[in-house]
């Protein structure tokens, strides 16, 4: 959190020199050299993160996370290609615990292939991610979260539908996929969508307005139970306006 706090405020090598101390102090750690690297991985620092997972290798720890933190940490950093060969340099390795890592392994790859530009390796990667049934909705929402910022909605909403599939009663990824639906002008399922966010437990004012504004214009015209929706949702954003 102190480290965090120093990046907020633009103290970055005041940063990089308490990371260094830490990373001096506790080599021998491994909770607080995995806390470092999630540190790392979150900044974008890269060498950081290389120098902790060298540490883990030489330590004999379990390196799987400080892997996966290390190729997420060139993601983070804007360093696709980077990512892309680490991962390439595990895949020809194949340490023992790459098959038990492979589903969030492949995302990475996914995001990384998206990130040069080559859509259609990260699409292969992307479905074999998706096809785990094992994957953890946060893990589903954080793959989708990376494929949004770089533009990638399309397969943000594939990651979304999945999530909501295997997860029916969460609420935020529901929203989420409710919000990209809206933003991409997809008409298809959102009312079906929306009748379940109404069903739920204190949606979102801000989410529910967007929809009641976009139910109300042309571009979604055609969304299934389009009039009773948007009187459903002119009840809960204006109970004023109802009749006593």
């Known amino acids: 959190d102190y480290l965090h706090s120093l990046d907020k405020t633009e103290k970055r090598e005041e940063a990089d020199r308490e990371a260094e101390a830490i990373l001096k102090q506790f080599n021998n750690d491994e909770k607080s050299l995995l806390s470092l690297a999630n540190y790392g991985t979150e900044s974008g620092r890269v060498d950081l993160a290389r120098r902790i997972y060298e540490q883990a290798l030489e330590n004999d720890f379990n390196v799987a996370p400080f892997a996966l ?117 997809n008409s298809a399922q959102l009312g079906d969508y929306l009748k379940s966010l109404l069903q739920m437990r204190r949606p979102s004012v801000e989410l529910l307005e967007k929809a009641y504004r976009s139910l109300g214009s042309d571009r979604f015209i055609f969304t299934k139970n389009r009039e009773a929706l948007l009187i459903e949702l002119d009840t809960i954003l204006n109970p004023d306006k109802q009749p006593s």
């Open 69 to 185: 933190l290390l190729i997420e940490a060139h993601i983070t950093s804007g360093d696709y290609q980077g990512a892309i060969n680490f991962t390439e340099q595990l895949s020809n390795e194949s340490p023992e615990w790459l098959e038990r890592e492979k589903p969030v392994f492949n995302s990475l790859r996914a995001v990384a292939y998206y990130g040069v530009g080559n859509e259609d390796l990260s699409d292969i990667y992307l479905n074999q991610f998706l096809k785990d049934s094992k994957v953890r909705v946060e893990t589903l929402m954080a793959v989708s979260r990376r494929y949004i910022k770089l533009g990638g909605k399309e397969q943000a909403r594939k990651i979304l539908v999945k999530a909501v599939k295997d997860n029916e009663s969460n609420q935020v990824a529901l929203s989420k996929l409710i919000e990209l639906e809206i933003d991409m002008g």
